[in-house]
């Protein structure tokens, strides 16, 4: 089993930043996507969304991503990854029709315990206590906010699970590949795939968008295009425990979406539920703020 070397700790808080900013540009993406889907099929949304990602990163990366992917000695991990990612899409947005926006993203916050969890076992990477605690401390603070366990509905949350589970795995998978392959080889042959599993459903499914809601459609394929990107290349900077908790950030964004959209108003206990995610958030920044320091100056044998 491959065992990777932990990144250097000064560029942990850049990882920590760049999942942050990530975080909240896949906030829109959710919110935008539970809009569209809607009216529109899942396959359809997964297509021009991909496409989008896929012509981005072929035009801006022309030169290193298409020779790259031709060249890459992991294509079966990174059809693996994409197919894991294809299922986890279908089942998360098809549930997107059933939820709550912030029911939705409370339910994908099985994901970054999971990950954590396969952090140990396939990565090798030693957890510390500050990790455990700051997911521990969030997915708490996500029960808080929305208590997911009192809805009647299961078939729906349960999609949401299964999702949440392979995204996970799709993210360890991330984690190994990454240490070997660009994120432009990645991004590129991910949205390529994309494109060509939902491409032969269209004639079926296709829908003509308006202007509008074609704009959204190709907005939401721009910002998975940057928030994928940010993410990539935080988890060169960042251990993959360490990033996971910077997740939860996004069941605020989810809150103001449901709002702003829907004019879904949190209810008090989702003032306490933020509060235990901030802390989380806290706990995690400050251990590797610390840890930052302490190797700086020498002070990890005191």
């Excluded at 829109?28 to 539970?34: L, R, S």
């Excluded at 022309?62 to 020779?67: D, N, Y």
């Excluded at 197919?83 to 998360?92: P, Q, S």
């Excluded at 721009?222 to 990539?232: D, V």
Aim: charged residues 10%.
């Amino acid at each position: 089993m491959t065992r990777f070397r932990a990144p250097e700790a000064g560029n942990v808080l850049l990882g920590l930043a760049l999942a942050l900013s990530a975080n909240a540009i896949f906030s829109f993406q959710d919110a935008a996507v539970k809009w569209l889907v809607a009216d529109f099929a899942v396959l359809q949304v997964l297509f021009t969304r991909s496409l989008v990602i896929g012509v981005v990163c072929g035009a801006v990366y022309w030169r290193t991503a298409i020779p790259g992917i031709r060249k890459s000695r992991h294509k079966p991990a990174l059809m693996l990854r994409a197919a894991a990612m294809i299922v986890a899409w279908l089942c998360y947005y098809s549930a997107a029709r059933s939820l709550a926006l912030a029911d939705l993203v409370t339910l994908y916050y099985a994901a970054p315990l999971i990950i954590t969890v396969m952090s140990i076992f396939i990565l090798g990477e030693r957890v510390n206590w500050a990790r455990w605690l700051a997911v521990i401390v969030g997915f708490a603070g996500v029960i808080v906010a929305a208590n997911p366990a009192g809805r009647p509905d299961l078939l729906p949350a349960g999609l949401v699970l299964v999702a949440a589970t392979l995204w996970a795995w799709a993210n360890i998978l991330m984690r190994q590949i990454s240490a070997s392959e660009s994120t432009e080889v990645q991004m590129l042959f991910t949205s390529l795939a994309f494109v060509v599993a939902s491409a032969p459903a269209l004639p079926w499914i296709w829908v003509t968008p308006d202007l509008f809601t074609f704009g959204l459609m190709m907005g939401i394929g721009c910002a998975a295009t940057l928030g994928q990107y940010l993410m990539y290349e935080s988890v060169r900077h960042a251990p993959a425990s360490a990033v996971a908790p910077c997740s939860y950030t996004s069941l605020g964004w989810a809150f103001l979406w449901g709002w702003v959209i829907w004019s879904d108003i949190p209810e008090k206990a989702v003032f306490a539920g933020a509060g235990l995610i901030l802390l989380g958030s806290i706990i995690i920044v400050g251990s590797e703020w610390d840890n930052a320091r302490r190797r700086r100056f020498g002070l990890d044998a005191l």
